[in-house]
């Protein structure tokens, strides 16, 4: 026995380039299967725990998954905003709790902007219930404040008190805006603690500093001619005309889909809009996600199993050598 196990020993010694190949092939395609195994688990983890506590969200007519996408994770631009007379009319609807108005649409560096109001602080929740945080400063109260994102502040490198310059729309070159509000800039006065979803990419500011900016603007350009200082601003009505969603939270979760249906129907409202159970729609996202998902272990066991049946191979071939060299 110690006579064979040392002539293996040698002809696997002998062969130990290819047999390195093998195990090496072996291996990487084992971490590459651990490794998207992970990263489902832990993207999986991350859409279920972008937003909770939000019963609904509700904006103009689309697909489900369009509106989680641009609504939560701020990916992808609205095809349409909703009036802010309908999100007036929702909040006053007696089975919601608390709303949540959001509109979206510029950036600042590649990271989206968020306009949002107070209630936002008070009332949005993420993981299993958390509440938002300040790391540093406070929310925004006037006009030109703006609360930053983690992240936002880590890659940028933001303190309180900075001065930053928003970007009309998400287009970018070369890491800047192709139009910028550069007469109207925002100042930091406060920083999320981290959260792991969406908010920590996204700089919000208030809805009346998103209408504030877009006074002197018309179809998305400048307004030829006209020019209003940011230290008049106030003198304007800066309540916004639309918005791109609403999060709503209601008083009892059992009213849920009867709310969803009314909003549907258009019981109250003047436009089009859809609710959306964002439970429901993730579980419609993820199935979207899946099929790469499944795709990429698929591929990872197939290297697996080419590695496997190569190492069989070179051990087989190896005996039977052995095999011929014992009887010689």
């Known amino acids: 026995m110690k006579l064979l196990l040392r002539l293996a020993a040698h002809s696997a010694w002998n062969r130990r380039f290819t047999l390195g190949l093998m195990l090496l092939a ?4 084992t971490t590459m299967l651990l490794g998207i195994e992970r990263v489902r688990h832990e993207v999986r983890a991350g859409f279920s725990q972008s937003v ?4 609904l969200v509700v904006g103009a007519r689309t697909s489900p998954i369009q509106l989680m996408l641009y609504a939560i994770f701020r990916i992808g631009g609205a095809t349409n905003n909703m009036g802010w007379d309908s999100a007036l009319t929702l909040a006053r609807n007696p089975a919601v709790a608390w709303t949540i108005p959001i ?61 930053i ?19 109207k800039p925002f100042k930091v006065v406060g920083i999320l603690a981290h959260t792991g979803t969406p908010v920590d990419r996204t700089v919000h500011i208030g809805l009346d ?11 998305g350009a400048p307004m030829p001619g006209l020019h209003i200082p940011a230290e008049f601003v106030k003198k304007f009505d800066l309540t916004p005309t639309s918005i ?14 009867a709310l969803q249906r009314d909003i549907a129907d258009g019981d ?30 698929v591929v990872s066991g197939m290297v697996m199993v080419v590695g496997l049946a190569g190492l069989v191979a070179a051990i087989l071939a190896s005996l039977g050598e052995r095999r011929r060299e014992l009887a010689i």
């Open 26 to 29: 072996i291996a990487l395609s």
């Open 52 to 55: 909770s506590g939000t019963d």
């Open 103 to 163: 509109s979206l649409g510029d950036s600042h560096r590649g990271f989206p902007v968020l306009a949002t109001n107070g209630d936002y602080f008070r009332h949005f929740r993420y993981g299993s219930g958390l509440p938002l945080k300040l790391a540093q400063g406070q929310p925004f109260s006037g006009v030109f404040d703006a609360v930053l994102g983690a992240e936002v502040a880590e890659k940028l490198h933001y303190q309180l008190g900075d001065v």
């Open 165 to 183: 310059i928003l970007s009309h729309g998400m287009g970018s070159v070369g890491g800047r805006s192709l139009t910028q509000h550069a007469d």
């Open 209 to 219: 500093g998103m209408q504030a900016i877009h006074l002197d603007w018309e179809g």
């Open 244 to 257: 791109t969603a609403v999060l709503v939270g209601l008083k009892s979760r059992a009213r849920v889909f």
């Open 268 to 297: 109250g409202f003047r436009e089009p809009l859809m609710a959306v159970l964002p439970g429901v729609a993730l579980d419609q996202l993820w199935d979207v996600v899946g099929i790469g998902e499944n795709a990429l272990l």
